[in-house]
Nanobody, 119 residues
Framework: QVQLVESGGGLVQAGESLRLSCAASGRTFNRYIMGWFRQAPGTEREFVARISWSGATIVYADSVKGRFTISRDNAKNTMYLQMNSLKPEDTAVYYC????????????WGQGTQVTVSS
């Protein structure tokens, strides 16, 4: 079992930055593909970014490419999402998730952290 806890959300103005963290429990964090997702009110949850266990393979949604950076520190069992040049449309609850079997199915989810970007 893996528990994921996000932190770092908040209220910022457009153009500013935030860094989200996702702390994971368990000894096998470094074997999992990890991802960030977000969900705005009235919309479906959408993919933001994912990172392989080694950090060698990273994929971003087109909407955040060039502005967001995903990273992980396996020694600290922590994943990060650096968000720069934030826009009002980035406002959402951000979730981290773990793909235990590298199957594309995320088995474990955090509780989410709110990011609000004012114009």
């Amino acid at each position: 079992q893996v528990q994921l806890v996000e932190s770092g959300g908040g209220l910022v103005q457009a153009g500013e930055s935030l860094r989200l963290s996702c702390a994971a429990s368990g000894r096998t964090f470094n074997r999992y593909i990890m991802g960030w997702f977000r969900q705005a009110p009235g919309t479906e949850r959408e993919f933001v970014a994912r990172i392989s266990w080694s950090g060698a393979t990273i994929v971003y949604a087109d909407s955040v490419k060039g502005r967001f950076t995903i990273s992980r520190d396996n020694a600290k069992n922590t994943m990060y999402l650096q968000m720069n040049s934030l826009k009002p449309e980035d406002t959402a609850v951000y979730y981290c998730a773990a793909d235990r079997l590298s199957s594309g199915v995320y088995n474990y989810w955090g509780q989410g952290t709110q990011v609000t970007v004012s114009s």
